[in-house]
């Protein structure tokens, strides 16, 4: 059952982030095409902004779900119920305290983009985003985590599956008649409300939830602890835009934006592999089966790290002539800058090294205990960003990203193997040095063959010859170094394929 949940919550995970990489490509280009860059940037800024609500769940949200495995293990309905309500309960308090913040982002952000609009226009624009992030945290982010803990990830994945492709096409469809952004910005918010309603049905219908129960003490630990780690990592990934927001212009902004929107939806095709995984880690821990859970683990650990030489070993020979096909028609900035697209490239990349390290420790439910180095993060990209942003401009918001995810990736490493799986830091090492090796790799020899490219059929044809390239050089320096491991997974395909016939 675990393994069928699991396969089901990783498929529809990947359609979700294929779903996801295909609208993110389309709708900035219809912005920038209806609209311009320069309000391309204002609603990315916008959006970066507005990130205390719409990456909560990546806080206190994991918390909730970590203190869900036990229960939902060991079949305690009343429990499950009182975890519910305390999570309603507390998501309710942060959503206030987050309109108070919207309220203030309405008022005082106007001022930074005065210039070039006016102050109604920005703060109706912030109002209407807002508003369907406020209604994931008033109605369904606790179901969405009960879901994720059972292994019923998939059910959450549907709805945003066929909300994104709606709005994606309703969006297309009124910039076309010639509607306004804040009609089209409406309209998502109306969209995305579905989600929540349609999480909520479905809960009330396959789980036994009491949620009268009154509450004796409180059933989730370290709730505030996880408050914190969101609050690091909001200000971690929202250092980029804030300083060139501050401190440049929105023209960057929108360059910025159509970098980080490759490279992200790359990241999140990569996250969508562990889709689940923290559950079924997290009922093995609850169970201690130690063995199996140690296993399963370096199984993944090894599994994630090819994935990210494929994905971001193709990304940094292909980004660029991506980009320049993707805007030729955009006549308003410049936005092809190689030193930039290398940076922000591995700075993805290395933010998808921890998956393994973090989905382990937020399994275990360790957040106290490495709560100073989610903060450390963030002031390194701070302090970093703002120092190189005048001098290097937006390639000096990237260095300071790539900087801080590098620390924090090998600190969470660090304390895996201390702390939770005890096992050495040699491990993790040896990864980094291998994957190093690959993009050199794969950035060298790719580097030869020519990328003149014009139209996107072009593109599909270089992307096509490019990932053979790289494959070939990645399955050639894993059976070097990781020999066993390739040995067992094309032993475990044949057994299986024996097996069915």
């Known amino acids: 059952m675990r393994k069928k949940s699991l396969a089901l919550t990783t498929i529809f995970s990947l359609i979700y982030q294929v779903v996801v990489v295909i609208c993110g490509i389309i709708l900035p280009k219809l912005y920038m095409k209806y609209f ?12 970066q902004f507005l990130g205390f609500i719409t990456l909560l769940e990546a806080g206190v949200g994991n918390v909730v779900q970590s203190s869900l495995y036990r229960p939902l293990a060991q079949k305690d309905d009343a ?31 106007p001022f930074l983009v005065s210039n070039q609009y006016d102050w109604v226009f920005t703060a109706t624009l912030i109002l209407i ?41 309703v969006c297309g469809i009124l910039m076309s008649l010639g509607f306004s952004i804040h009609i089209v910005k409406l309209s998502t918010a109306a969209i995305f409300i579905l989600r929540p309603l349609g999480m909520n049905l479905y809960v009330k219908r396959h789980f036994n939830l009491d949620l009268s129960l009154k509450l004796e003490g409180e059933p989730i630990q370290q709730k505030w602890n996880g408050l914190a780690q969101h609050i690091a990592n909001v200000v971690l990934i929202n250092t980029d835009v804030t300083v060139l927001t501050l401190f440049s212009n929105l023209i960057n902004v929108s360059i910025y934006s159509v970098y980080h929107n490759v490279v992200y939806g790359i990241q999140n095709l990569v996250t969508a592999f562990t889709s689940g995984l923290q559950a079924l880690l997290g009922d093995m821990y609850a169970k201690k089966e130690r063995e199996l859970l140690v296993s399963t683990f370096e199984r993944f650990e090894w599994l994630i790290h090819v994935l990210i030489e494929i994905a971001f070993g193709c990304a940094l020979v292909l980004i660029i002539p991506f980009v320049k096909v993707y805007t030729a028609d955009i006549t308003d900035a410049n936005y ?52 190189f942003v005048f001098r290097f401009g937006i390639i000096g918001v990237a260095i300071g990203t790539v900087a801080a995810m590098t620390y924090r990736s090998t600190y969470l490493a660090w304390y895996l193997s201390h702390n939770i799986l005890n096992r050495n830091l040699f491990y ?42 790289s494959i070939l050089i990645i399955a050639v320096v894993n059976i070097l170094f990781y020999f066993r491991e390739c040995k067992s997974y094309v032993s475990g395909a044949v057994n299986k394929r024996e097996g069915k016939k």
């Open 336 to 387: 092809i800058n190689i030193p930039f697209a290398v940076l922000i490239t591995l700075a993805q990349a290395s933010y998808c090294l921890r998956l393994p390290y973090n989905i382990m420790v937020m399994a275990a439910g360790h957040y106290k205990q490495t709560q100073a180095s989610a903060i450390i993060e963030a002031i390194i990209n701070v302090v970093v960003s703002v120092s």
């Open 79 to 109: 429990e499950i119920s009182k975890i519910v309500i305390s999570s309603n309960r507390f998501f309710r308090k942060i959503a206030l305290i987050l309109a108070v913040y919207v309220a203030g982002l309405m008022v005082f952000y």
């Open 36 to 47: 311009g860059s320069e309000l391309n940037g204002l609603v990315t800024s916008i959006t």
């Open 129 to 169: 985003i807002s508003i369907s992030s406020f209604a994931q945290y008033f109605f369904g982010i606790s179901y969405q985590m009960l879901l994720n803990a059972d292994q019923k990830g998939y059910v959450r994945l549907v709805l945003q599956i066929v909300t994104l492709i709606l709005n994606t096409v």
């Open 428 to 469: 993790y090492l040896k990864h980094i040095a291998v994957d190093v090796l690959v993009f050199a790799l794969i950035y060298t020899i790719c580097g030869v063959f020519p990328a003149d490219i014009s139209t996107y059929f072009e593109w599909i044809m270089l992307a096509i010859k490019y990932a053979l390239i």
